[in-house]
């Protein structure tokens, strides 16, 4: 069975370059995850989604960021305007819905901006 | 706002000791996980721990659920080159089961 998918792998770009994330959750999973991973910051939850819901986004930096889930097979993070400081791995994990299921990762997106 | 601890933050072992990782949280919890992650890769589910004192064991592996559930601890016997990588626990957010803060993790070096 394939796994959360995600693209691109790597992206370098340069500050202010609007950025687009895309992930591929495992099919019949009802829980969308994406986190940010630094050194400095640990692994933090920017949004997640039920049901293509967004149910809680208090995670997301700020207003340059933002999250869609159009269809259940497909979520997209996208930063506007980009700045160095948004360097980080973006991890997308999706879940079934039922108290505290494990979460299935994506390879994530590693993500440079200059 | 809760947190979920861990330590040692860091420990270098040679093939063949042991290890032993260390989770707190700031809340007790319904239920804890624990996901491994390699150098450069994503973090992947190893277990989940639900009872008061439960402990559960993967080969090498050893995984307790503390009796307050408040904390949990993963030990690993004889350690190998293929354990490296950093080990995260999770507990779920007071407010949502389904969103997990996960620790500060704990990376593990193994030389041969």
């Known amino acids: 069975d394939a796994g959360v998918i995600q693209s691109p792998r790597h992206e370098v770009t340069e500050m202010g370059q609007e950025v687009t994330l895309r992930c591929k959750p495992i099919s019949g999973h009802d829980y969308l995850f994406w986190y940010r991973q630094t050194m400095m910051r640990g692994l933090e939850l920017l949004i997640y989604?039920?049901?293509?819901?967004?149910?809680?986004d208090s995670g997301m930096p700020e207003d340059r960021f933002s999250a869609k889930m159009p269809n259940a097979s497909f979520s997209t993070l996208k930063i506007q305007p980009s700045e160095p400081r948004d360097s980080a791995v973006y991890f997308c994990?999706?879940?079934?819905?039922?108290?505290?299921?494990?979460?299935?990762f994506g390879d994530g997106t590693r993500l440079s901006i200059l | 706002g809760q947190q979920v601890m861990q330590i040692p933050q860091y420990q270098h072992v040679q093939e063949g000791e042991d290890f032993t990782t260390y989770c707190n949280s700031s809340?007790?919890?319904?239920?804890i996980q624990w996901y491994k992650q390699r150098p450069g890769g994503h973090p992947v589910f190893l277990i989940q721990?639900?009872?008061?004192?439960e402990v559960k064991k993967q080969k090498r592996l050893t995984f307790q659920f503390g009796e307050a559930k408040k904390n949990s601890s993963l030990h690993i016997t004889a350690t190998q080159t293929t354990d490296v990588g950093t080990y995260f626990c999770?507990?779920?957010?007071?407010?949502?089961?389904?969103?997990?803060?996960f620790g500060t993790g704990t990376r593990l070096l193994v030389s041969p």
């Open positions: 989604f039920n049901n293509n819901v967004p149910i809680d």
């Open positions: 994990a999706s879940s079934f819905y039922r108290d505290s299921q494990p979460q299935h």
């Open positions: 721990l639900v009872k008061s004192g």
């Open positions: 809340t007790t919890l319904s239920n």
């Open positions: 999770a507990g779920p957010k007071n407010t949502g089961f389904q969103k997990l803060v």
